[in-house]
């Protein structure tokens, strides 16, 4: 897949990482996912990346500022 900026671990880790935040009633932004994946990848991600990353790991507690 041409488009997939992490591996699989790269996401699960990404997962746990904003489970950990949403624990602390820290749930992250899109923009701060994008932050996120973009230095975890060494490449930007885009909106439609943090969408469909969303989507795929079911993770419904963001907030939305």
């Known amino acids: 897949i041409a488009q997939q900026k992490l591996t699989p671990h790269q996401e699960d880790e990404l997962v746990k990482y904003i489970e950990e935040l949403t624990a602390r009633r820290l749930p992250p932004t ?3 996912i994008a932050n ?8 930007p991600v ?5 969408t469909r990353f969303i989507n795929n790991h079911s993770i419904h507690l963001i907030s939305q500022y």
């Open 30 to 32: 899109r923009e701060m």
């Open 36 to 43: 996120f994946a973009s230095s975890i990848a060494t490449e």
């Open 46 to 50: 885009s909106k439609s990346w943090v």
